[in-house]
């Protein structure tokens, strides 16, 4: 496996009491799949992606990236939030760049990539513009082309789409469809959405409520090249959700009893 998570448990220590986020996570990753992790708020999908960006230690356990144990903050991986964190004081083109920049690429090379990566994203003639000066689906696109620039063979993405209006969320799907589909870089995606989950993953994860813990590992059997729009008006579509939904809604109903 590329990427393998072996008896993961975090415990948050505080002094109103110890959280349990995680408890005895087990997952395969094969290299280059697109993986979704859904579950009721709280779950601990986020502090998944955490640990696998190093940036939280877990409590017990480990993490193996391409046959290395995790150990520290590993060069290979990219973060998508849902905020799109990007340098209000620079331009489209440098907050691209930026990442490169912080590598040691020189001026040419990192110009040339992110030139690149904005016509991929549909960016052409928005070069200059300031953060300030673009839509919260086009900030978005920055974020993600960011990210790609410095190559990395992971990408985790924290409900990127989010805080987004339901048209551009379609869209941006659709374009990260097209980037993964391009690149096979391995993206391991949380989100709230079973629709979207569906849509975008070649398999979903349903974590149980607090501690999350897996429930379901399920293989969605949509065949790629798939578009938002044409997926969720399938039969196929509307089978799996129905199936993963009743999995989805007794842990969401658990939360909600408390």
Same mark, same amino acid.
Request: aromatic share 4%.
């Given at each position: 496996m590329y990427i393998d998570i072996r008896n993961l448990s975090v415990t948050y220590k505080s002094p109103r009491g110890d959280v349990e986020a995680l408890k005895d996570i087990n997952i395969g990753i094969e290299k280059g799949s697109f993986?979704?992790?859904?579950? =009721?708020?709280?779950?601990? /999908?986020?502090? +998944?992606? /955490?640990?696998?960006?190093? +940036?939280? /230690?877990?409590?017990s356990g480990e993490v193996w990236i391409d046959g290395r144990k995790l150990e520290g903050i590993p060069q290979n991986i990219g973060f998508v939030f849902q905020e799109d964190t990007l340098l209000p004081w620079r331009n489209v083109l440098g907050n691209v760049? &930026? *990442? +490169?920049?912080?590598?040691?690429?020189?001026?040419? /090379?990192?110009?040339?990539?992110? +030139?690149? #990566? &904005?016509?991929?994203?549909?960016?052409?003639?928005?070069?200059?513009?300031? $953060? %300030?000066? #673009?839509? *919260? *689906?086009?900030?978005?696109?920055?974020?993600?082309?960011?990210?790609?620039? %410095?190559?990395?063979?992971?990408i985790l993405m924290d409900e990127p789409f989010g805080a987004l209006d339901a048209q551009t969320r379609i869209i941006l799907q659709d374009e990260l469809l097209k980037i993964w589909q391009e690149t096979k870089k391995t993206i391991i995606f949380v989100t709230h959405d079973l629709a979207e989950a569906i849509t975008?993953?070649?398999?979903?994860? &349903? #974590?149980?409520?607090? $501690?999350?813990? &897996?429930?379901?590992? %399920?293989?969605?059997?949509?065949?790629? =090249?798939?578009?938002?729009?044409?997926?969720?008006?399938?039969?196929?579509f509307t089978e799996v959700f129905n199936v993963l939904w009743k999995d989805l809604r007794e842990e969401v109903m658990k939360v909600k009893a408390h």
């Open positions: 993986i979704s992790v859904i579950g =009721p708020s709280g779950c601990g /999908k986020s502090t +998944l992606l /955490k640990v696998i960006a190093g +940036l939280v /230690k877990p409590t760049e &930026i *990442g +490169l920049e912080i590598r040691g690429v020189k001026k040419e /090379k990192r110009r040339k990539r992110a +030139l690149e #990566l &904005i016509k991929m994203a549909g960016l052409n003639g928005f070069e200059h513009k300031m $953060p %300030y000066e #673009l839509s *919260g *689906g086009m900030r978005q696109r920055v974020a993600l082309i960011r990210t790609l620039a %410095y190559d990395p063979e992971i975008l993953s070649e398999i979903v994860i &349903i #974590l149980t409520a607090r $501690p999350g813990t &897996i429930k379901r590992i %399920y293989e969605v059997p949509i065949p790629y =090249p798939r578009f938002a729009l044409d997926v969720r008006s399938s039969s196929e």
